[in-house]
């Protein structure tokens, strides 16, 4: 083999090893940011407890878009997503719930997202201290609009397309 | 109450616009194929002086193996995580080549015909990687939801310990390797237990500590500020750690007894979300070792053999070291292996890699170093680094407690694991004799590492799935009826005043 072969095939190598590292985190990358069609990628800080920046025309501003995500945007969770399917999503301190939250103004089981007709509603569960959904408490199943901050505890969930 | 909802879906059920990624997997998969097929190339071209026809053999039979793999994930865990099965088939696929790369060295330097493709400790590699390969599958198709996992934690506890202690109990011909007893040897065929007690021992700590967490998180003890949880609440986990650490000591292995201890520190952590328990496992650790330090100098008996090591650790150059059998010798010229290599290495197949004892075990590294540089070896780290990451980042993302333990105590074991022996090897931390995850020959590493990998993959699918797969939703699975008992069934306790 002559010289300038090896030498070709020896840094092509090392080149071709660190493409192939380049190209796993660009899966990463793409994988992360999947399914973000929202423009703040970032969920809001901690602490500032979803809330609502006053221009955004609240209940009716995005419907007709079917709601695929729910994100955590407030609490110790935030930034947590969670796709959606059909099925009935639980939020609690139960173990069993769907989205476990850990807020010690949470109950065990306290609220529970619905898909009817294309529609996800909001029930509280009964729990101690109450579902918010903006600023109104939920007594009943409430229909949650795209982007509206549900809010439990020191939790904000919102939906997202 | 309205608890979670059934939805036996049997099968995993695809929801469309859901990205899978499979197919990302498989394109990075045939890179990494090709990758190692260059590598098989480059060694041949600089080796033999040509490239044999038979080159690509390796890369293609390892293919095969890795596609199966794919195709039992594609089946049975679709949203798994897209970068775990390429980026360790790379890290594999290069092992392989490298001890291939070895045996054909030995050969030619013995005036013998080039090895075939299966002859050697590169085709027993090549056997290992097919058996580790069908045993995560296994693992893929049996546990079809991690929590199922949980049902068996107490058994997997106590399958851990004993896989642990066999070794020790066993008589020394049989299981001692280079003073370490840590093996069970029949004839030519040889596993070492630990590698595998490391998966058993992660789902039983987490499992015990899911069940405890509020307990030992609220009901605790101030003492200097720290909090200190009571002692009836913490007794089976320190029993266990203890038990296997005493073991430990009977088999003269410092780094896995390192490597058990991080994971239960960290387990711990991650369950209680307390940074004392940092900083009481460091400032212990690191007392020990500096007791066993001095115990070694004075005392010695079975701390000699620590005393011995912290001196070659800290003068490797010194004559005396140099000299001594068991000294410093591997250490140093792995170093200088990893010298001459320099940045860009003297490209596959062009160092001399048989200067370093063990260099297809432990010092893999060092013989990879020597020939590919710090270039190529900072792209096998980052490497391993992101498939730390991932299985981290499926920790954080699945929904329910115990999979976050598993998954976050697996891959910081993994992670450690690289820590101790690449720290040894490069002279940062004393040297112990640990494996190099996927890279280094030998059977038991390589498949229970495998199982540790396809156990992530399997906690990264329910936790990039469709709610009903990762969160509290029962799903029957393929196996029996009845649905998985989850931790719910057995409440937490609750801390009564």
Do not use: C
């Not at chain 2, 469309?16 to 098989?40: C, D, H, S, W």
Request: net charge positive.
């Amino acid at each position: 083999m002559p010289e300038f072969v090896l030498t070709v095939a020896r840094f092509g190598f090392l080149i071709l090893l660190w493409i192939f590292v380049f190209t796993v985190v660009g899966v990463i990358r793409r994988d992360l940011f999947a399914g973000v069609r929202s423009k703040s990628i970032v969920a809001s800080p901690r602490g500032v407890g979803g809330a609502v920046p006053a221009d955004r025309p609240a209940a009716k501003a995005k419907r007709g878009k079917a709601a695929r995500q729910l994100v955590v945007t407030a609490g110790q969770l935030a930034g947590t997503r969670i796709t959606l399917g059909e099925i009935p999503i639980t939020i609690g301190r139960a173990e069993d719930s769907t989205l476990v939250i850990t807020d010690d103004f949470a109950s065990a089981r306290h609220a529970r997202l619905v898909l009817r007709d294309g529609q996800w509603f909001v029930e509280d569960l009964g729990s101690t201290n109450g579902t918010y959904l903006d600023r109104g408490k939920v007594s009943g199943p409430t229909p949650v609009p795209l982007g509206v901050p549900i809010r439990i505890g020191r939790t904000s969930l919102e939906l997202r397309p | 109450m309205p608890a979670s909802s059934p939805a036996s879906t049997g099968e995993m059920a695809r929801i469309p616009g859901m990205k899978t990624q499979r197919n990302a997997e498989l394109g990075l998969l045939a890179f990494a194929m090709i990758l190692v097929a260059a590598y098989g190339a480059t060694v041949e071209a600089s080796r033999i002086g040509e490239i044999t026809p038979t080159f690509w053999v390796p890369a293609a039979l390892l293919s095969i193996l890795f596609l199966g793999l794919h195709f039992v994930v594609r089946y049975t865990a679709p949203y798994a995580d897209p970068v775990l099965i390429p980026a360790v088939a790379l890290i594999n696929g290069l092992g392989v080549g490298f001890l291939r790369r070895l045996d054909i060295g030995d050969a030619l330097s013995d005036k013998q015909p080039v090895p075939s493709v299966f002859a050697g400790i590169g085709g027993r590699q090549l056997v290992w990687t097919l058996i580790a390969l069908i045993l995560a599958a296994i693992l893929l198709l049996v546990v079809r939801d991690h929590k199922i996992v949980s049902r068996y934690a107490y058994t997997l506890g106590l399958t851990g310990i004993v896989l642990v202690m066999i070794p020790a109990v066993l008589p020394a011909s049989i299981s001692e390797v280079n003073g370490a007893k840590l093996w069970i040897r029949l004839g030519a065929f040889s596993i070492q237990p630990g590698e595998f007690a490391k998966i058993a021992l992660v789902s039983f700590f987490a499992y015990y500590l899911v069940r405890k967490r509020e307990v030992l998180s609220l009901a605790s003890r101030r003492v200097l500020g720290i909090d200190f949880p009571r002692g009836r609440d913490l007794g089976p986990v320190v029993t266990v750690w203890l038990l296997s650490l005493l073991v430990l000591v009977f088999e003269k292995d410092l780094g896995t007894a390192l490597l058990y201890f991080g994971l239960f520190v960290v387990t711990l952590y991650v369950a209680t979300e307390r940074a004392s328990w940092l900083i009481i496992g460091l400032l212990l650790f690191f007392g020990g070792v500096y007791v066993a330090y001095l115990l070694g100098a004075s005392v010695g008996g079975p701390f000699a053999n620590f005393y011995d090591r912290a001196q070659v650790w800290l003068n490797p150059f010194d004559n005396e070291n140099y000299e001594r059998l068991g000294g410093s010798y591997q250490l140093v010229q792995g170093l200088l292996s990893l010298g001459t290599g320099g940045l860009f290495g003297s490209g596959p197949g062009g160092g001399s890699p048989r200067f370093v004892p063990e260099v297809q075990n432990d010092f893999i590294f060092a013989g990879m170093g020597e020939e590919i540089g710090l270039f190529g070896l900072s792209a096998l780290l980052v490497l391993y680094l992101l498939i730390v990451e991932r299985g981290l980042r499926s920790a954080l993302a699945v929904r329910d407690s115990f999979g976050k333990l598993v998954a976050g105590g697996l891959s910081f074991t993994l992670g450690l694991q690289i820590f101790v022996i690449l720290g040894g090897i490069t002279g940062l931390i004393p040297l112990t004799g640990q494996t190099t995850p996927f890279l280094s020959s030998g059977g038991s590493s390589l498949m229970a590492n495998w199982l540790l990998i396809a156990m992530l993959l399997r906690i990264s699918n329910a936790a990039r799935g469709p709610a009903a797969s990762g969160g509290g939703t029962d799903r029957a699975g393929g196996g029996p009826k009845k649905a998985p008992v989850q931790l719910h069934g057995a409440m937490t306790e609750v801390i009564k005043p």
